[in-house]
């Protein structure tokens, strides 16, 4: 089993920025790819970023150029900076690994216009 937990999420203005921490623990070793979805009220959960063991990285069009994704293997720990957020990007924000699929208890990003 792996257990991922979520931290840093929050209330921001449009135009701030915000730093989401997920650090993965447990049966770690088949883990590859690391990410973010999100899920906005009355939506379908949809991928933000996601990465690679070896460091490739995937954005969603809306988040191109605002958001980074990183990963530090040594700590296990993915991270989701997102800078000049907008009020769509308001949503609960889950950390994923795989293989195979787990999921963080999600943490929520609200940005006020």
């Known amino acids: 089993q792996v257990q991922l937990v979520e931290s840093g999420g929050g209330l921001v203005q449009a135009g701030g920025s915000l730093r989401l921490s997920c650090a993965a623990s447990?049966?770690?070793?088949?883990?590859?790819?690391m990410g973010w979805y999100r899920q906005a009220p009355g939506k379908q959960r949809e991928l933000v970023a996601v990465i690679t063991s070896g460091g490739s990285r995937n954005y969603a069009d809306s988040v191109k150029g605002r958001f980074t994704i990183s990963r530090d293997n040594a700590k296990n720990t993915v991270y989701l900076q997102m800078n000049s957020l907008k009020p769509e990007d308001t949503a609960v924000y889950y950390c994923?690994?795989?293989?195979?699929?787990?999921w963080g208890q999600g943490t929520q990003v609200t940005v006020s216009s």
């Open positions: 994923n690994a795989r293989p195979p699929t787990y």
């Open positions: 447990g049966i770690i070793f088949r883990i590859n790819a």
